[in-house]
């Protein structure tokens, strides 16, 4: 089952990613920030991580680039999930190293065959 972290500082928005994953194969874990988040990545396993952008303290952008140099979660997935839904936004999620990018509000139809799409890419490319 792939386990997804979803790292939000509104509990609203998390509670929504959840509601949408659960029951549909996901095991998931969340965090309030992007520090809590990245211990949980370093404690335990993750497959997918939904990134809220803009956060209190460090953003998803600054965790996302800091995990991409690590030689343990180089290849996790990442997905920016914000409200920002300008072509600049999306760009600097991806120069960020996210794999994808979803603007609030989330379209639940198209998530998670998006996720279950980068999961099989992932596997492919290992």
Do not use: Q
């Not at 959840?18 to 370093?42: C, P």
């Not at 803009?54 to 979660?73: Q, S, Y």
Request: charged share 25%; proline share 4%.
């Amino acid at each position: 089952m792939p386990r997804v972290l979803i790292i939000d500082d509104n509990a609203l928005n998390k509670k929504l990613l959840t509601t949408i994953l659960n029951g549909r194969g996901f095991e998931i874990e969340s965090a309030d920030s992007a520090e809590s988040g990245r211990e949980i990545l370093n404690t335990s396993r993750i497959d997918i991580v939904l990134m809220d952008v803009r956060m209190p303290g460090m953003d998803g952008l600054e965790l996302t680039r800091l995990l991409r140099v690590e030689p343990t979660h180089r290849s996790l997935i990442i997905v920016a999930i914000t409200a920002n839904a300008m072509s600049t936004d999306r760009d600097a999620a991806i120069a960020a190293g996210c794999d994808a990018y979803v603007s609030k509000p989330i379209e639940t139809a198209s998530l998670v065959p998006l996720l279950v799409g980068l999961l099989a890419s992932r596997s492919i490319e290992r």
